[in-house]
């Protein structure tokens, strides 16, 4: 199922759902309506239980590099020019990309930075292709920084790494995002394609319930104590032995066969 919007193309093939950002000739930077479709694509897609994986992108060959700066602040540039946001509700995009029951993924080329690169921190995993280029880039531009780069990225690579980044901007390439581990993988730009569908494939694969368990346990965790969050994750495990699915993965494993889950 494809849905329509101005800025974005959104794909839904049974428990996957791609969100690929649409402005190529701009290099999928922010512009036009991109914030609003993007806070209403996403909002739908959490309310969908049918999905379980998203992932995010952008067509052609990059990400996201943040603001379309030619366009808000190039010559004759004026009030009429800045973003229609209805205010701080967009920028909840950040949220959804965290909170949202499904698994989220960014898959990365070419450029992202400053708004492109907090939505991608805001994600659960992080894929680079080979030709990624990350910056956060908000100090280059006159700005304090949005999408929540300073709440997402200290729990990502520690408090000083992130401070570095967001101090000293500048931009750095797909193996040093995977060696100071802002990104779990990289692959080839020719296998990117590849690498993206066999890691959706296997999460979309996944016992459904114990997939939407564990990501709430993560932002569960977040917000708890240790102790009380030990609490609330054996509360929740010991229902599992109650599930036709976790009894489906259990006798899979011994008969040493792929189990068949029914979200039950």
């Not at 969908?48 to 004759?76: E, N, S, W």
């Amino acid at each position: 199922m494809t849905d329509t919007y101005e800025t974005l193309l959104v794909d839904r093939q049974g428990a996957v759902a791609t969100v690929s950002l649409n402005r190529p000739d701009k290099r999928n930077s922010i512009g036009g309506p991109m914030m609003v479709e993007l806070y209403a694509a996403l909002g739908a897609i959490a309310a969908d239980p049918q999905v379980r994986v998203l992932v995010l992108r952008g067509r052609g060959a990059d990400f996201c590099p943040g603001a379309d700066v030619k366009h808000y602040g190039g010559a004759g540039a004026s009030a009429a020019a800045r973003p229609a946001w209805s205010g701080v509700r967009e920028f909840n995009v950040a949220v959804l990309l965290h909170e949202m029951p499904a698994v989220t993924i960014a898959a990365i080329s070419g450029a992202c930075a400053g708004a492109g690169f907090g939505w991608a921190c805001a994600c659960d995993l992080r894929i680079a292709s080979a030709t990624a280029r990350f910056n956060s880039a908000f100090l280059d531009v006159g700005v304090g920084g949005d999408m929540g780069g300073p709440w997402t990225l200290p729990r990502i690579l520690g408090a000083a790494r992130a401070r570095e980044l967001y101090f000293l901007p500048g931009k750095f390439d797909a193996a040093e995002a995977l060696r100071i581990g802002l990104v779990s993988r990289v692959a080839p730009a020719e296998a990117f394609e590849g690498e993206i569908l066999a890691l959706t494939a296997r999460l979309a694969a996944a016992a459904p319930l114990a997939l939407a368990t564990m990501k709430s346990n993560f932002l569960a965790a977040e917000k708890m104590g240790f102790a009380d969050y030990i609490g609330l994750e054996s509360e929740k495990h010991m229902r599992f032995f109650q599930t036709e699915d976790t009894t489906e993965a259990f006798k899979a494993f011994v008969e040493k066969r792929p189990p068949v889950f029914n979200g039950r």
